[in-house]
């Protein structure tokens, strides 16, 4: 019989993601992933097999507790250009929000992207299947729009837009929540 673990999974995964999302998978070490989840190498290694083993389970964490929330609302049947706009203000908030420890920390999975040379395929394709998401998600709500003539051509542009504001909070979460805002107001014009 095994040893029950004497620890919350969920509570270690978020405090890695955190780890993670300040300093890449590449440049975080396992001592840092030790001293945020209070876990031995063994209780880590044992739960997740490695540190990239760790780094999926943050991914995915990170994917159904951040990024879902923000998305689903464009994924309901019938989305269209209010959340479509309240997308992009959640954006604004969320780059700005007094609550996130780092507002510079951007979006941990783009920016996992400038890291997929030291990680694998498995990376890359979460990174696709993400922006894959967001722009259909985006698609999805402009054809409910009258006025879009050209769904496929804006659901790219406001795709890129979301991309750049990211990126953008890395530097300068002010300017990036000020462009959320504009594309938001942009989108309420549409």
């Not at 006025?147 to 530097?171: E, F």
Request: net charge negative; with cysteine; charged share 20%.
């Amino acid at each position: 019989m095994g040893r029950m673990r004497a620890f919350d999974e969920a509570t270690a995964v978020r405090a890695a993601r955190d780890v993670f999302w300040e300093h890449g998978y590449a440049s975080t070490s396992l001592t840092q992933l030790q001293a945020a989840t209070r876990l031995s190498r063994s209780s880590l290694y044992g739960t997740f097999g490695s540190k990239r083993g760790l780094f999926e389970a943050v991914t995915q964490h990170y994917l159904d507790e951040v990024v879902g929330p923000m998305v689903e609302p464009l994924e309901v049947p019938g989305a269209g250009q209010r959340e479509i706009v309240a997308y992009f203000h959640a954006l604004s908030d969320f780059v700005t929000s007094p609550t996130r420890p780092a507002a510079t920390r951007g979006c941990l999975i783009l920016n996992t992207t400038v890291e997929l040379n030291a990680l694998d395929d498995q990376a890359a394709l979460m990174v696709q299947r993400y922006l894959d998401r967001v722009h259909a998600a985006l698609l999805a709500a402009l054809t409910t729009m009258s006025a879009i003539t050209d769904p496929r051509g804006k659901a790219d542009i406001l795709s890129a837009g979301q991309l750049g504001i990211m990126v953008t909070a890395r530097l300068d979460p002010i300017q990036a929540a000020a462009v959320a805002r504009t594309i938001a107001a942009d989108v309420q014009s549409w």
